[in-house]
């Protein structure tokens, strides 16, 4: 058996799955492929939309879709997220979902405006998305005691942190949210956290013709 390995981006979407294996204490390794190869038939046949990131598993099977990902690594590693069948559980992957088809979304079209409209439409589109993100922050705050969960840290700290990092406009992000505040820089305090961050590779200049250019 071998270790883990992410196939990732430079501060991209796969920095939650280096998050949770470093927190789980678990070795992987990771690769950070030209735009030529993510646009090669190998990587296609991994990922049918050649999105990143990837973990293949240490059996050699591979697992795409950021979600995916992560419920494989807290399924197997204890502490990421609550026991399964408690209400505990319901909440945590209710959070993972409004991360991941709102959050997230909005961030890519606030990133990646043209995918969703001509350059007419560019402003509404990212007042529109940054509008919605607005709303969610709002009722994070409301909500966080102190972590997403409750007391328990869970996965779902780590990937909202991860998604934060994409905003334009942090300083707007945390203004009127203490607790939005502490959260996000207790999970940046964290070595694992740190480690991370420190490792990442300086990020090449976006592939315009790869359409979408972060993971989820």
Request: with cysteine; net charge neutral.
């Amino acid at each position: 058996m071998g270790q883990y390995h992410i196939v990732g981006r430079s501060g991209a979407g796969s920095l939650i799955a280096e998050f949770l294996l470093r927190e789980a204490n678990v070795g992987y390794a990771i690769s950070f492929p030209t735009s030529d190869e993510v646009k090669s038939p190998d990587f296609y046949a991994a990922n049918p939309l050649g999105r990143i990131p990837i973990l293949i598993c240490p059996d050699g099977e591979q697992v795409f879709e950021t979600l995916a990902i992560i419920n494989h690594i807290t399924s197997r590693f204890s502490g990421l997220a609550p026991q399964a069948n408690t209400p505990q559980s319901d909440r945590y992957h209710q959070y993972m979902a409004l991360l991941a088809t709102s959050v997230y979304p909005a961030y890519h079209r606030q990133h990646h405006t043209k995918y969703y409209g001509d350059v007419t439409a560019a402003t509404s589109i990212q007042l529109m998305a940054r509008a919605e993100q607005q709303i969610i922050f709002n009722h994070l705050e409301d909500i966080l005691d102190p972590y997403i969960c409750g007391k328990d840290l869970t996965a779902a700290d780590f990937y909202f942190y991860m998604l934060s990092r994409w905003d334009l406009d942090k300083a707007a992000m945390r203004e009127g949210r203490p607790k939005l505040n502490a959260l996000l820089d207790e999970i940046r305090a964290r070595s694992s956290v740190d480690a991370v961050i420190a490792a990442q590779p300086p990020r090449a200049k976006p592939d315009k013709s790869l359409g979408l250019t972060v993971g989820k």
